[in-house]
């Protein structure tokens, strides 16, 4: 089976954090979980380098805007490849791969007559890019994302009418519940088309924004940001109007899981549905949507208040994947989640006692008792072969079922948590170190030290979405080379005699740092 994940294209105006990070280990998370279970991905992401943004951004760092477009562009690649993002395919918006599928897109709703030109007078956020209604703005007239007040803009502009589709929407998310996952963010769209749809305007006069792909029909204007924008997700699968017979748009579309944040809500599921409707293309497969990562004190990170976590700095500390495993598993499922050093510390430590400490303990008793051999599964209880099967059947059934969603990863991640702490207290309460010492209870030593090593056999292909080298550091110390697949959660296939050896630890302590 096939399946296409994208993450949002990243605004290059600022610098790449933890809330752009998240997004997209999410997405390599989710790719990773799909292969494990033999489906085919195509993963991208990449950066939006278009609009009044990034081209005031350009023109105050004074560099020429190709370089400028590629160094910012880059920060975004750079961050991903140090977090071993396996992107398929990186988009910038200003190639020219992606520039020729916008034109035609445009051309071809245009000569549907899909766009009218009329003058229009309206409210325009800056930081949205976007007219605003008065209705979208806070007491005081300001915006409530950019707390600013919105320009009065006169302008001769195109028009793409969405008003004629809004019951095609409504009857469209009705009929698919779990179009928008979770349930709640379709609510949220029920009530953006409970009122009459403007006109979307998408293009806007060169005079003020030159940054952009110029409208194939008036030369005066560039394309509206997100009308370009997205059209990332058919652009990095080949897609022409016209269609063709070797563009991977034929293979992965409609099969398609947009990862997004709660900010862009509207422009995915509203603007995007029907703007793919006219160029005659289906919906995607699913919308995922989250929500923020809020700064210590639940508030909205800033520079200013010292409440950012820089990817960069969390990566020195304590490595990518442990990074990644938090993220997923702290992401709280109906609503924002608070982020911070300290937290992440934490998480840390919660891995390093669990998981860690399950693989040290085991496999240096065996290295000093067994010589490093996988001990023989003949004298396993009931209740050891209970734990076995419990376990394999709760990682075969998430593997089996799972649907791409914040629920998989936060179900998965916990679930791992839960088996280590299982299996750590199994270890303790079997009391090895004890029946060691004891020839008599020989079998019953082998039984409990199998049991531990093909439980911990289980978690460790379990983790690989979200730690795939801790996986492959695990199973490499059981003497399993090789990636895990989904085949892998069957109880008892460690094989009796495989050579074990002990490694380095996979959470070394980390210190505090100093103060400051
Ligand atoms: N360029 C548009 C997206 C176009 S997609 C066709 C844009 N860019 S953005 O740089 O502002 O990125 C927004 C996305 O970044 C969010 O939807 C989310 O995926 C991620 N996040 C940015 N900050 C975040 C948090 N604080 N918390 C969680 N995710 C956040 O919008």
Same mark, same amino acid.
């Given at each position: ?7 949002? #294209? ?22 990773? @979980? ?8 195509? @993963? ?24 400028? =477009?590629?160094? %910012?562009?880059?920060? @975004? %690649? ?30 071809? &709703? ?68 779990? /179009? #928008? ?20 305007? #998408? ?6 924004? /030159? $940054?952009?792909?110029? =409208? ?47 900010? &862009? ?6 603007? /995007?549905? #029907? ?17 923020? /990562? ?44 608070? &982020? ?10 919660? $891995? ?35 734990? $076995? ?128």
């Amino acid at each position: 089976m096939q399946k296409y994940i994208t993450t949002p #294209i990243y605004y290059i105006n600022g610098a790449p954090h933890i809330g752009h990070a998240f997004t997209t280990i999410l997405g390599d998370v989710l790719k990773k @979980f799909e292969q494990m279970r033999g489906n085919e991905v195509y @993963f991208t992401t990449g950066t939006d380098e278009h609009g009044q943004k990034n081209q005031s951004s350009c023109q105050n760092s004074g560099l020429p805007l190709d370089e400028f =477009l590629k160094m %910012r562009s880059d920060n @975004f %690649r750079n961050l991903f490849d140090k977090m071993d993002i396996d992107y398929d395919y990186f988009v910038r918006t200003s190639s020219p791969e992606h520039k020729a599928v916008v034109t035609e897109a445009l051309n071809y &709703i245009w000569n549907k007559g899909l766009i009218k030109k009329k003058s229009y007078e309206g409210l325009y956020c800056e930081g949205c890019e976007q007219f605003k209604k008065p209705s979208d703005l806070d007491e005081r007239g300001f915006c409530p994302d950019h707390q600013k007040a919105p320009q009065l803009l006169t302008e001769e502009n195109y028009f793409f009418p969405l008003e004629q589709h809004r019951q095609w929407l409504i009857d469209y998310i009705n009929t698919h519940p779990d /179009w #928008i996952k979770p349930r709640r963010f379709a609510k949220e769209v029920l009530g953006m088309l409970a009122e009459p749809l403007d006109d979307l305007c #998408i293009s806007r006069p060169k005079s003020r924004v /030159w $940054l952009g792909v110029e =409208l194939p029909f008036d030369k005066d204007y560039v394309t509206y940001i997100w009308f370009d924008a997205l059209m990332n997700y058919i652009s990095s699968l080949g897609w022409k109007p016209e269609g063709a017979a070797d563009i991977r748009f034929n293979e992965f579309w409609p099969h398609c899981h947009h990862l997004l944040a709660k900010d &862009i809500l509207k422009t995915h599921a509203v603007y /995007w549905p #029907i703007m793919l409707k006219a160029l005659g293309i289906e919906p995607p497969e699913h919308l995922i949507v989250h929500g923020y /990562w809020l700064g210590e004190g639940g508030i909205k990170m800033s520079k200013s208040l010292g409440n950012v976590v820089d990817p960069y700095e969390v990566m020195d500390l304590m490595g990518v994947e442990p990074l990644r495993f938090y993220l997923c598993n702290a992401m709280s499922l109906t609503g924002d989640s608070q &982020i911070s050093i300290d937290l992440l510390k934490q998480g840390y430590k919660q $891995l390093a006692n669990n998981i860690g400490n399950l693989q040290m303990r085991v496999l240096k008793m065996i290295a000093k008792n067994l010589d490093g051999k996988v001990p023989s599964p003949a004298a396993l209880s009931d209740k050891d072969k209970a734990l $076995l099967e419990n376990l394999a059947d709760t990682f075969a059934r998430i593997y089996r079922y799972g649907e791409l969603s914040l629920e998989l990863v936060s179900e998965l991640s916990a679930e791992i948590l839960k088996a280590g702490d299982a299996v750590n207290a199994y270890f303790a309460a079997n009391e090895p170190w004890v029946l060691a010492k004891d020839e008599s209870q020989k079998e019953r030593y082998e039984a409990v030290i199998y049991t531990t090593l093909d439980a911990l056999r289980l978690i460790a292909a379990a983790v690989y979405p979200f730690m795939p080298q801790v996986s492959e550091k695990i199973l490499a110390s059981l003497g399993i080379a090789g990636k895990p697949s989904a085949a892998d959660f069957k109880p008892q296939q460690l094989k009796a005699g495989t050579q074990t050896t002990v490694g380095a630890p996979l959470f070394p302590y980390i210190a505090d740092k100093p103060a400051a």
